[in-house]
């Protein structure tokens, strides 16, 4: 994945600090994004994902120490990215997901052969 990269050890470090400080995994989130908008510029230039996620394990781990850090307070500064924000978006997402899968032809013929199979049961 984009973010299964080799960040220096005090980036590391801080994030894992931050995390146990914190808690929370909406850490995660926020640096995360502090990293996407740090290499918005650059990324908007590139023209495929592999581009982009190239440069997420190439390039941004060897960004300078004073890059990382800006990147890692910024995250810190963000109080709008919370645990109740984090439950919200994968509430979301995962209903999403599951209607998404539930209007599939497949998942339909699924369903409503598991449903005949319970009522063909004799008990």
């Known amino acids: 994945s984009v973010f299964a990269s080799e960040f220096p050890m005090n980036f590391a ?3 894992m600090d931050m995390l146990m ?11 995360a994004l502090e990293l996407l908008m740090e290499a918005q510029e650059h990324v908007l230039a590139l023209h495929d994902l592999e581009a982009v996620v190239n440069h997420f394990k190439r390039e ?14 910024a995250a810190a500064d963000r109080a709008d990215i919370t645990d109740r924000v ?3 978006f994968v509430e979301q997402f995962t209903e999403e997901d599951v209607a998404a899968a539930a209007s599939r032809p497949a998942a339909r013929n699924a369903t409503t052969n598991a449903a005949a199979a319970e009522s063909s049961t004799p008990e």
Request: charged fraction near 25%; avoid cysteine; charge should be positive.
């Open 13 to 15: 470090g801080r994030v």
């Open 60 to 73: 941004v781990p060897n960004w300078s120490r004073e890059r990382l850090n800006k990147v890692l307070n």
């Open 86 to 88: 984090l439950a919200t």
């Open 21 to 31: 400080a914190e808690r929370s995994f909406a850490v995660v989130l926020r640096v």
